[in-house]
Nanobody, 133 residues
Framework: QVQVAESGGASVQVGGSLRLTCTAS????????MGWFRQTPGTEREGVAA???????AYAESVKGRFTISHDDTKKTLYLQMNNLEPEDTATYYCAVELFSPRCKTHIGALRSMPTKSYFSFWGQGTQVTVSS
């Protein structure tokens, strides 16, 4: 069973930076999609950034130019570098993993758009990010 765990959430001031980390275990496959989503109370979980095993990435429009997703294959660790944070970035951030998903990779690579949450099967418990002015 794939296990996913996020860390790195914190309270920061507007304009600050944070790096979220996600570790995934319980699988040995090289074919994957991974992503970061966020959610605030009473709203739908929205996609932030995603990366496929060919290193192609996709971002939500609201974070382009500020957030960077990356993956360390040797450590099976996913990162989200968040710069120039805004109060609107306040949310619980979730890491998501999907294995053997050609459609997810096509979405990221060909469409260059963020896959929805339905593309992912394995989720972490979330880490809170709070941005205050």
């Amino acid at each position: 069973q794939v296990q996913v765990a996020e860390s790195g959430g914190a309270s920061v001031q507007v304009g600050g930076s944070l790096r979220l980390t996600c570790t995934a275990s319980g699988y040995t496959y090289d074919s994957y999609c991974m992503g970061w989503f966020r959610q605030t109370p009473g709203t739908e979980r929205e996609g932030v950034a995603a990366i496929a095993d060919d290193s192609r990435t996709a971002y939500a429009e609201s974070v382009k130019g500020r957030f960077t997703i990356s993956h360390d294959d040797t450590k099976k660790t996913l990162y989200l570098q968040m710069n120039n944070l805004e109060p609107e970035d306040t949310a619980t951030y979730y890491c998501a993993v999907e294995l053997f998903s050609p459609r997810c990779k096509t979405h990221i690579g060909a469409l260059r758009s963020m896959p929805t949450k339905s593309y992912f099967s394995f989720w972490g418990q979330g880490t809170q990010v709070t941005v205050s002015s």
